[in-house]
Antibody
Framework: QLLLQESGPGLVKPSGTLSLTCTVSGDSMSSRAYYWGWIRQPPGKGLEWIGSINYSGRTSYNPSLKSRVTISADTSKNKFSLNLDSVTAADTALYYC???????????WGRGTLVAVSS | QSALTQPASVSGSPGQSITISCTGTSSDIGGFNYVSWYQQYPGKAPKLMIY???NRPSGVSTRFSGSKSGNTASLTISGLQAEDEAHYYCSSYTTTNTRVFGGGTHLTVL
């Protein structure tokens, strides 16, 4: 059974780097059929797509975040990560990781992890 | 990329049907049959209700259906029930290999 579990610090200082990891169990990240992504949701607001990475390491990012975001993957450990630089209070959000499938919008999400940016 | 446009709120009475629209451009909704809809209750993760415009994941009620015309996608809920009261978000694949969400619609069951 597929399980996506987000992990990382729940509190990050302003101007610092937000770093999260998504651990995938019940599936292989090495499959060419899948790619992996991050979505966030500020408290009381809507969903925002952050970016994704495929089996070969090719990434796609939301243009509004592209200058600050890096998504990487370690397929041998079945984990992928999100780094968001120069964070401000506006980056406070629930962060979700997701599994995407090529040629379809069928996807699977983790339960999310809350990250607050505060001094 | 700009967010897809959804009405902020819709409402309906039990038993009625409602439709939520989601408007994009030819670079997203209009360019692909890759639109999905999510339902979200307060404090819960979004749940996929419709994918690829019209497909329902296993376990999703047949009362939920999706469609698309040009640059606008729609989610229709028939036989409205109290449990349908939630936020609904649309999402589309884009020509730049990214995804984009709508701003969300709150459904009130009167």
């Amino acid at each position: 059974q597929l399980l996506l579990q987000e992990s990382g610090p729940g509190l990050v200082k302003p101007s610092g780097t937000l770093s999260l990891t998504c651990t995938v169990s019940g599936d292989s990240m090495s499959s060419r059929a899948y790619y992996w992504g991050w979505i966030r949701q500020p408290p009381g607001k809507g969903l925002e797509w952050i970016g994704s990475i495929n089996y070969s390491g090719r990434t796609s990012y939301n243009p509004s975040l592209k200058s600050r975001v890096t998504i990487s993957a370690d397929t041998s450990k079945n984990k992928f990560s999100l780094n968001l630089d120069s964070v401000t209070a506006a980056d406070t959000a629930l962060y979700y990781c997701a599994k995407y499938i090529q040629n379809t919008m069928r996807d699977y999400w983790g339960r999310g992890t809350l990250v607050a940016v505060s001094s | 990329q700009s967010a897809l446009t959804q009405p902020a709120s819709v409402s309906g009475s039990p038993g009625q049907s409602i439709t939520i629209s989601c408007t994009g451009t030819s670079s997203d909704i209009g360019g692909f049959n890759y639109v999905s809809w999510y339902q979200q209750y307060p404090g819960k993760a979004p749940k996929l209700m419709i994918y690829d415009v019209t497909n329902r994941p296993s376990g999703v009620s047949t009362r939920f259906s999706g469609s698309k015309s040009g640059n606008t996608a729609s989610l229709t809920i028939s036989g409205l029930q109290a449990e349908d009261e939630a936020h609904y978000y649309c999402s589309s694949y884009t020509t730049t290999n990214t995804r984009v969400f709508g701003g969300g619609t709150h459904l009130t069951v009167l």
